[in-house]
Protein backbone atom coordinates (compact mmCIF):
# COMPACT_ATOMS: atom_id res chain seq x y z
CA UNK A 1 0.00 0.00 0.00
CA UNK A 2 2.78 2.25 0.98
CA UNK A 3 4.41 1.89 -2.95
CA UNK A 4 1.11 2.78 -4.88
CA UNK A 5 0.58 5.89 -2.32
CA UNK A 6 3.78 7.15 -2.65
CA UNK A 7 3.54 6.54 -6.88
CA UNK A 8 0.80 8.66 -6.48
CA UNK A 9 2.31 11.26 -4.67
CA UNK A 10 4.95 11.79 -7.32
CA UNK A 11 2.81 11.74 -10.11
CA UNK A 12 1.16 14.79 -8.40
CA UNK A 13 4.32 16.50 -7.58
CA UNK A 14 5.60 16.33 -10.99
CA UNK A 15 2.56 17.18 -12.56
CA UNK A 16 2.48 20.45 -10.35
CA UNK A 17 6.19 21.30 -11.19
CA UNK A 18 5.10 21.38 -14.80
CA UNK A 19 1.43 23.78 -13.90
CA UNK A 20 4.59 25.74 -12.04
CA UNK A 21 6.67 26.25 -14.73
CA UNK A 22 4.08 26.90 -17.42
CA UNK A 23 2.75 29.71 -14.78
CA UNK A 24 0.42 31.98 -16.54
CA UNK A 25 -3.12 32.78 -16.07
CA UNK A 26 -3.34 31.08 -19.39
CA UNK A 27 -2.02 27.92 -18.47
CA UNK A 28 -4.42 24.80 -19.10
CA UNK A 29 -6.31 23.34 -16.19
CA UNK A 30 -4.89 20.94 -14.32
CA UNK A 31 -8.01 18.93 -13.02
CA UNK A 32 -6.65 17.11 -10.11
CA UNK A 33 -8.34 14.79 -8.27
CA UNK A 34 -10.34 16.44 -6.13
CA UNK A 35 -8.60 16.38 -2.52
CA UNK A 36 -10.01 14.45 0.40
CA UNK A 37 -11.63 12.18 -3.11
CA UNK A 38 -10.91 8.08 -0.86
CA UNK A 39 -9.57 6.33 -3.72
CA UNK A 40 -10.54 2.47 -3.61
CA UNK A 41 -9.18 -0.66 -5.65
CA UNK A 42 -9.37 -4.25 -5.71
CA UNK A 43 -7.43 -7.27 -7.26
CA UNK A 44 -8.16 -10.90 -8.61
CA UNK A 45 -5.73 -13.79 -8.92
CA UNK A 46 -6.24 -16.81 -10.93
CA UNK A 47 -3.71 -19.52 -11.16
CA UNK A 48 -3.00 -23.44 -11.79
CA UNK A 49 -1.67 -26.29 -9.87
CA UNK A 50 -1.20 -29.53 -11.84
CA UNK A 51 -2.94 -28.31 -14.58
CA UNK A 52 -6.05 -27.68 -12.55
CA UNK A 53 -7.47 -23.87 -12.36
CA UNK A 54 -7.94 -23.59 -8.82
CA UNK A 55 -10.70 -20.70 -6.72
CA UNK A 56 -9.69 -17.25 -7.91
CA UNK A 57 -8.56 -15.42 -5.29
CA UNK A 58 -10.71 -11.93 -5.08
CA UNK A 59 -9.78 -8.73 -3.13
CA UNK A 60 -13.58 -7.01 -3.29
CA UNK A 61 -14.14 -7.53 0.49
CA UNK A 62 -10.59 -5.84 1.43
CA UNK A 63 -9.76 -3.29 -0.91
CA UNK A 64 -7.03 -1.48 -1.08
CA UNK A 65 -7.77 2.44 -0.26
CA UNK A 66 -6.35 6.17 0.03
CA UNK A 67 -7.53 9.71 0.47
CA UNK A 68 -6.01 12.10 -1.66
CA UNK A 69 -4.45 15.21 -0.21
CA UNK A 70 -4.42 18.49 -0.23
CA UNK A 71 -2.41 20.29 -2.95
CA UNK A 72 -1.58 23.74 -1.99
CA UNK A 73 -0.41 25.74 -4.84
CA UNK A 74 -1.08 28.86 -6.09
CA UNK A 75 0.97 31.61 -8.63
CA UNK A 76 0.50 35.24 -9.32
CA UNK A 77 1.76 36.92 -12.47
CA UNK A 78 1.57 40.21 -13.24
CA UNK A 79 -0.57 41.19 -16.29
CA UNK A 80 1.97 43.92 -17.87
CA UNK A 81 3.68 47.16 -16.93
CA UNK A 82 2.38 50.60 -17.12
CA UNK A 83 3.29 53.47 -19.02
CA UNK A 84 2.31 56.53 -16.94
CA UNK A 85 3.08 60.28 -16.96
CA UNK A 86 4.01 62.08 -14.17
CA UNK A 87 1.37 63.55 -12.22
CA UNK A 88 -1.28 60.76 -13.38
CA UNK A 89 -3.95 59.62 -10.94
CA UNK A 90 -5.69 55.74 -10.74
CA UNK A 91 -3.20 54.51 -12.55
CA UNK A 92 -3.71 50.78 -12.69
CA UNK A 93 -1.83 47.67 -12.41
CA UNK A 94 -3.33 44.47 -12.60
CA UNK A 95 -1.94 40.99 -11.06
CA UNK A 96 -3.83 37.69 -11.56
CA UNK A 97 -3.69 34.94 -8.80
CA UNK A 98 -4.36 31.22 -10.04
CA UNK A 99 -5.26 27.92 -7.61
CA UNK A 100 -3.47 25.07 -8.76
CA UNK A 101 -3.92 23.18 -6.15
CA UNK A 102 -6.44 20.55 -5.84
CA UNK A 103 -9.31 22.33 -3.40
CA UNK A 104 -10.96 25.32 -2.75
CA UNK A 105 -8.76 27.87 -0.82
CA UNK A 106 -8.93 31.63 0.04
CA UNK A 107 -6.76 34.34 -0.28
CA UNK A 108 -4.86 36.96 1.79
CA UNK A 109 -3.99 39.81 -0.52
CA UNK A 110 -0.92 42.06 0.23
CA UNK A 111 0.88 44.77 -1.86
CA UNK A 112 4.45 45.65 -1.14
CA UNK A 113 5.92 49.11 -2.88
CA UNK A 114 9.41 47.78 -3.00
CA UNK A 115 12.67 49.58 -2.64
CA UNK A 116 14.95 47.46 -3.16
CA UNK A 117 14.39 46.09 -6.15
CA UNK A 118 16.65 46.52 -9.42
CA UNK A 119 15.28 49.39 -11.48
CA UNK A 120 13.02 50.57 -8.90
CA UNK A 121 13.39 54.53 -8.46
CA UNK A 122 10.39 55.85 -6.78
CA UNK A 123 7.39 54.83 -4.50
CA UNK A 124 3.85 55.55 -5.72
CA UNK A 125 1.48 57.21 -4.04
CA UNK A 126 -1.63 55.67 -2.71
CA UNK A 127 -4.70 58.00 -4.02
CA UNK A 128 -5.77 60.74 -1.98
CA UNK A 129 -8.79 60.33 0.41
CA UNK A 130 -9.00 56.58 -1.28
CA UNK A 131 -10.65 53.65 0.56
CA UNK A 132 -8.47 50.70 -0.06
CA UNK A 133 -7.70 50.71 -2.93
CA UNK A 134 -7.16 46.96 -3.94
CA UNK A 135 -10.42 45.22 -5.86
CA UNK A 136 -10.75 41.86 -7.66
CA UNK A 137 -12.80 39.87 -10.44
CA UNK A 138 -12.93 36.41 -10.91
CA UNK A 139 -12.30 35.55 -14.00
CA UNK A 140 -14.68 33.66 -16.13
CA UNK A 141 -12.45 30.24 -17.02
CA UNK A 142 -11.14 31.72 -19.98
CA UNK A 143 -7.88 33.50 -18.23
CA UNK A 144 -8.72 36.37 -20.18
CA UNK A 145 -9.14 39.35 -18.35
CA UNK A 146 -12.43 41.10 -19.04
CA UNK A 147 -13.36 43.67 -15.74
CA UNK A 148 -17.07 44.61 -15.91
CA UNK A 149 -17.48 42.24 -18.43
CA UNK A 150 -17.32 38.67 -18.87
CA UNK A 151 -15.23 38.49 -15.20
CA UNK A 152 -18.33 40.81 -13.70
CA UNK A 153 -18.07 43.90 -11.60
CA UNK A 154 -15.06 44.88 -9.16
CA UNK A 155 -15.10 43.32 -5.50
CA UNK A 156 -13.24 46.10 -2.84
CA UNK A 157 -10.58 43.05 -1.27
CA UNK A 158 -11.69 42.57 2.28
CA UNK A 159 -9.43 40.94 4.34
CA UNK A 160 -11.99 39.64 6.68
CA UNK A 161 -13.64 38.16 3.82
CA UNK A 162 -10.91 37.01 1.36
CA UNK A 163 -11.70 35.82 -2.20
CA UNK A 164 -11.57 32.22 -2.69
CA UNK A 165 -11.02 30.29 -5.82
CA UNK A 166 -11.32 26.56 -6.66
CA UNK A 167 -9.11 24.42 -8.08
CA UNK A 168 -7.56 25.97 -11.48
CA UNK A 169 -9.40 29.15 -10.90
CA UNK A 170 -8.22 32.96 -11.81
CA UNK A 171 -8.58 35.82 -9.98
CA UNK A 172 -7.90 39.14 -11.02
CA UNK A 173 -6.63 41.92 -8.78
CA UNK A 174 -6.49 45.72 -9.96
CA UNK A 175 -3.82 47.85 -7.45
CA UNK A 176 -4.72 51.48 -8.07
CA UNK A 177 -2.13 53.93 -7.09
CA UNK A 178 -1.07 57.63 -8.12
CA UNK A 179 2.27 59.00 -9.96
CA UNK A 180 4.17 61.68 -7.80
CA UNK A 181 4.45 64.80 -9.39
CA UNK A 182 7.87 64.47 -9.30
CA UNK A 183 8.51 61.81 -10.81
CA UNK A 184 10.56 61.66 -14.03
CA UNK A 185 11.05 60.20 -17.40
CA UNK A 186 12.75 56.92 -16.93
CA UNK A 187 11.76 56.33 -13.91
CA UNK A 188 10.02 53.12 -11.86
CA UNK A 189 7.84 52.04 -9.47
CA UNK A 190 7.86 48.62 -8.61
CA UNK A 191 4.92 46.96 -6.98
CA UNK A 192 4.54 43.48 -5.66
CA UNK A 193 1.25 41.18 -5.22
CA UNK A 194 1.49 38.43 -2.52
CA UNK A 195 -0.93 36.08 -2.06
CA UNK A 196 -0.58 34.12 0.98
CA UNK A 197 -3.39 30.69 0.84
CA UNK A 198 -5.54 30.50 3.70
CA UNK A 199 -7.90 28.18 4.87
CA UNK A 200 -11.34 28.50 3.28
CA UNK A 201 -14.69 29.38 4.79
CA UNK A 202 -15.63 25.39 4.72
CA UNK A 203 -12.73 24.77 7.32
CA UNK A 204 -12.55 24.65 10.80
CA UNK A 205 -10.10 27.15 10.83
CA UNK A 206 -11.71 29.52 8.26
CA UNK A 207 -9.04 32.54 7.30
CA UNK A 208 -6.20 31.14 9.07
CA UNK A 209 -3.16 30.98 6.24
CA UNK A 210 -2.88 27.14 5.68
CA UNK A 211 0.34 24.88 7.10
CA UNK A 212 1.91 21.72 5.98
CA UNK A 213 0.99 18.67 7.47
CA UNK A 214 3.86 17.81 9.74
CA UNK A 215 3.74 14.16 10.88
CA UNK A 216 3.89 11.84 7.83
CA UNK A 217 1.39 10.92 5.93
CA UNK A 218 -1.71 9.17 7.09
CA UNK A 219 -3.27 6.74 3.65
CA UNK A 220 -7.01 7.43 4.96
CA UNK A 221 -8.72 9.63 6.57
CA UNK A 222 -8.82 13.49 6.08
CA UNK A 223 -6.57 14.89 3.47
CA UNK A 224 -3.37 16.07 4.70
CA UNK A 225 -2.18 19.60 3.35
CA UNK A 226 1.15 19.50 0.74
CA UNK A 227 2.53 22.75 0.21
CA UNK A 228 3.84 22.89 -3.52
CA UNK A 229 4.11 26.77 -4.48
CA UNK A 230 7.73 28.13 -5.50
CA UNK A 231 8.46 31.76 -4.85
CA UNK A 232 8.14 35.15 -6.92
CA UNK A 233 9.92 37.42 -5.15
CA UNK A 234 12.16 37.73 -2.04
CA UNK A 235 8.52 38.69 -0.31
CA UNK A 236 7.98 35.05 -0.19
CA UNK A 237 9.46 31.43 -0.01
CA UNK A 238 8.61 28.30 -1.39
CA UNK A 239 6.67 25.71 0.47
CA UNK A 240 4.98 27.73 2.26
CA UNK A 241 1.60 28.79 0.44
CA UNK A 242 2.30 31.77 -0.94
CA UNK A 243 3.71 33.35 -3.99
CA UNK A 244 3.92 37.13 -5.40
CA UNK A 245 4.89 38.80 -9.12
CA UNK A 246 5.99 42.42 -9.36
CA UNK A 247 4.52 45.21 -11.53
CA UNK A 248 5.90 48.31 -12.53
CA UNK A 249 4.88 51.44 -13.50
CA UNK A 250 7.23 53.12 -15.84
CA UNK A 251 7.37 57.00 -15.91
CA UNK A 252 7.42 58.70 -19.78
CA UNK A 253 7.78 62.01 -19.70
CA UNK A 254 8.81 64.88 -22.02
CA UNK A 255 11.88 65.87 -21.33
CA UNK A 256 11.88 69.68 -23.03
CA UNK A 257 14.47 72.52 -23.38
CA UNK A 258 14.03 75.80 -25.20
CA UNK A 259 16.51 78.35 -26.57
CA UNK A 260 16.51 81.28 -28.86
CA UNK A 261 19.45 82.83 -31.07
CA UNK A 262 19.51 85.99 -33.36
CA UNK A 263 21.11 86.48 -35.94
CA UNK A 264 21.17 88.80 -39.03
CA UNK A 265 19.53 87.44 -42.44
CA UNK A 266 21.36 90.22 -44.61
CA UNK A 267 22.65 93.44 -44.03
CA UNK A 268 20.34 95.24 -46.56
CA UNK A 269 17.53 93.82 -45.59
CA UNK A 270 16.48 91.92 -48.63
CA UNK A 271 14.97 88.59 -48.39
CA UNK A 272 13.60 89.40 -45.56
CA UNK A 273 10.05 87.86 -45.97
CA UNK A 274 11.11 84.63 -48.10
CA UNK A 275 11.52 82.06 -44.77
CA UNK A 276 14.27 80.15 -44.69
CA UNK A 277 15.44 81.81 -48.29
CA UNK A 278 19.25 82.65 -48.17
CA UNK A 279 21.11 84.37 -45.61
CA UNK A 280 24.23 86.69 -46.07
CA UNK A 281 26.72 85.86 -43.64
CA UNK A 282 28.87 88.32 -41.58
CA UNK A 283 26.56 91.36 -41.82
CA UNK A 284 26.07 94.31 -39.54
CA UNK A 285 23.00 95.00 -37.44
CA UNK A 286 22.35 98.63 -39.25
CA UNK A 287 18.83 100.52 -39.24
CA UNK A 288 17.11 99.12 -41.99
CA UNK A 289 19.06 95.36 -41.43
CA UNK A 290 17.11 92.03 -41.41
CA UNK A 291 17.10 90.09 -37.96
CA UNK A 292 16.05 86.49 -37.85
CA UNK A 293 15.30 84.99 -34.46
CA UNK A 294 14.71 81.38 -33.98
CA UNK A 295 12.98 79.75 -31.14
CA UNK A 296 14.07 75.92 -30.97
CA UNK A 297 12.29 73.46 -28.76
CA UNK A 298 13.52 70.16 -28.05
CA UNK A 299 12.09 67.07 -26.72
CA UNK A 300 14.52 64.48 -25.42
CA UNK A 301 11.95 62.54 -23.29
CA UNK A 302 9.76 59.48 -24.24
CA UNK A 303 6.51 61.06 -24.24
CA UNK A 304 4.44 63.71 -26.29
CA UNK A 305 4.61 67.18 -24.71
CA UNK A 306 1.40 68.91 -25.74
CA UNK A 307 0.05 72.15 -25.55
CA UNK A 308 2.74 74.50 -26.17
CA UNK A 309 2.37 78.09 -26.03
CA UNK A 310 5.65 79.98 -27.48
CA UNK A 311 5.36 83.54 -26.69
CA UNK A 312 7.96 86.74 -28.43
CA UNK A 313 6.78 90.06 -28.05
CA UNK A 314 8.58 91.88 -30.08
CA UNK A 315 10.84 94.70 -28.66
CA UNK A 316 10.38 98.87 -30.22
CA UNK A 317 13.29 98.95 -32.26
CA UNK A 318 11.87 95.99 -34.68
CA UNK A 319 9.55 96.42 -37.58
CA UNK A 320 7.54 93.02 -37.77
CA UNK A 321 8.34 90.99 -41.41
CA UNK A 322 7.25 87.15 -41.28
CA UNK A 323 7.20 84.51 -38.67
CA UNK A 324 6.48 80.87 -39.51
CA UNK A 325 6.69 77.54 -37.02
CA UNK A 326 7.78 74.41 -38.17
CA UNK A 327 10.37 71.17 -37.55
CA UNK A 328 8.81 68.60 -35.74
CA UNK A 329 6.04 70.78 -34.22
CA UNK A 330 2.48 69.13 -34.79
CA UNK A 331 -0.82 70.94 -35.30
CA UNK A 332 -0.87 74.89 -33.21
CA UNK A 333 -1.39 78.05 -34.81
CA UNK A 334 -0.02 81.71 -34.46
CA UNK A 335 -3.58 82.78 -32.25
CA UNK A 336 -3.99 85.93 -32.77
CA UNK A 337 -3.10 85.90 -35.89
CA UNK A 338 0.37 87.74 -36.93
CA UNK A 339 0.63 91.06 -36.93
CA UNK A 340 0.64 92.26 -40.75
CA UNK A 341 4.18 92.78 -42.17
CA UNK A 342 5.17 96.35 -41.83
CA UNK A 343 3.82 96.52 -38.31
CA UNK A 344 5.96 99.21 -36.09
CA UNK A 345 6.75 97.36 -33.26
CA UNK A 346 6.61 99.75 -30.45
CA UNK A 347 4.47 99.46 -27.13
CA UNK A 348 4.11 95.64 -27.45
CA UNK A 349 2.33 95.69 -31.27
CA UNK A 350 4.06 92.60 -32.17
CA UNK A 351 3.24 89.87 -30.83
CA UNK A 352 4.01 86.39 -31.80
CA UNK A 353 1.95 83.44 -29.89
CA UNK A 354 1.74 80.11 -31.61
CA UNK A 355 -0.39 77.66 -29.50
CA UNK A 356 -1.86 74.29 -29.68
CA UNK A 357 1.66 72.32 -30.87
CA UNK A 358 2.23 69.04 -29.79
CA UNK A 359 5.78 68.10 -29.98
CA UNK A 360 6.41 64.04 -30.06
CA UNK A 361 9.08 62.11 -28.88
CA UNK A 362 11.79 60.73 -30.52
CA UNK A 363 11.47 57.49 -32.10
CA UNK A 364 15.28 55.68 -31.90
CA UNK A 365 17.52 55.90 -33.77
CA UNK A 366 17.02 59.84 -33.04
CA UNK A 367 17.74 61.16 -29.81
CA UNK A 368 15.22 64.28 -29.98
CA UNK A 369 12.45 65.81 -31.54
CA UNK A 370 12.61 69.51 -32.66
CA UNK A 371 9.61 72.18 -33.04
CA UNK A 372 11.14 75.98 -34.30
CA UNK A 373 9.26 79.54 -34.32
CA UNK A 374 11.31 81.75 -36.76
CA UNK A 375 10.60 85.53 -36.87
CA UNK A 376 11.99 87.95 -39.40
CA UNK A 377 12.11 91.53 -38.41
CA UNK A 378 13.87 94.70 -40.09
CA UNK A 379 15.68 96.87 -37.49
CA UNK A 380 14.57 100.51 -37.30
CA1 LIG B 1 9.63 52.05 -5.19
CA1 LIG C 1 -12.06 36.35 -18.34
CA1 LIG D 1 -0.34 13.47 8.70
CA1 LIG E 1 5.94 30.73 -1.92
Redesign the pocket.
Known amino acids: MTNINTFLKALLGATALTAFSTGTAQAQANDFTPAGTEVSNTFTLDYNVGGVAQPQIDSTATPTLFTVDRLVDLTVTSNGDAIVVPGATDEELVFSVSNEGNDTQAYDLTIVEETATAGDTIDSDDPAGAVPSLVYYIDDGNGTFEPGAADGSAVTYDPNNPPELGADEVLWVVVTQDIPISATDGDHADLSLVADTLEPASSPSAGTPVTADGDGNNLTGAAENV ?1 A ?4 TDN ?9 ATGTFIIASATIVGEKVVSIHTEDGTNCPSIPGTPVPGGYSIPGACVEYIISVENSGSATATDFIVNDVLPSELEFVSAVFGGDFVSGSFTPALPAAGTDCLSGACVVNLTGASLPAPVAPAISTTGTVTIRAFVK
Open positions: LDGFGEVANAGDHS
